[in-house]
């Protein structure tokens, strides 16, 4: 079996910094492309970043040159690194792998359970 925990949400105020984490739990051997999501208040679940295994990433126009997505590998652990932080960032944020490996089992479209960030004007 395989988790995907986010930690790191809370409530910041506008112009402040946040760091998310997703750490992946499990006999795992590889996780492919990850990325982070979210979802505000009566709106769509929407890509917010994504990253490969070999490190390419990309964002939504919204956050390009405020966040930073990365990740290690050996920890099996994805970062979102969120700067100059808005109220219309306010959103459950969810970790995302869309292939992990465990013991020679594929598990496909894994979710973390999602971390809330208020941002306060």
């Known amino acids: 079996q395989v988790q995907l925990v986010e930690s790191g949400g809370g409530l910041v105020q506008a112009g402040g910094s946040l760091r998310l984490s997703c750490a992946a739990s499990g006999h795992i051997s590889s996780i492919n492309a990850m990325g982070w999501y979210r979802q505000g208040p009566g709106v769509q679940r929407e890509l917010v970043a994504a990253?490969?295994?070999?490190?390419?990433?990309n964002y939504a126009d919204s956050v390009k040159g405020r966040f930073t997505i990365s990740r290690d590998n050996a920890k099996n652990t994805l970062y979102l690194q969120m700067n100059s932080l808005k109220p219309s960032d306010t959103a459950v944020y969810y970790c995302?792998?869309?292939?992990?490996?465990?013991?020679?089992?594929?598990?496909?479209?894994?979710w973390g359970q999602g971390t809330l960030v208020t941002v306060s004007s």
């Open positions: 995302n792998a869309d292939r992990i490996i465990v013991k020679g089992y594929t598990y496909l479209e894994v």
């Open positions: 990253i490969t295994i070999g490190d390419r990433t």
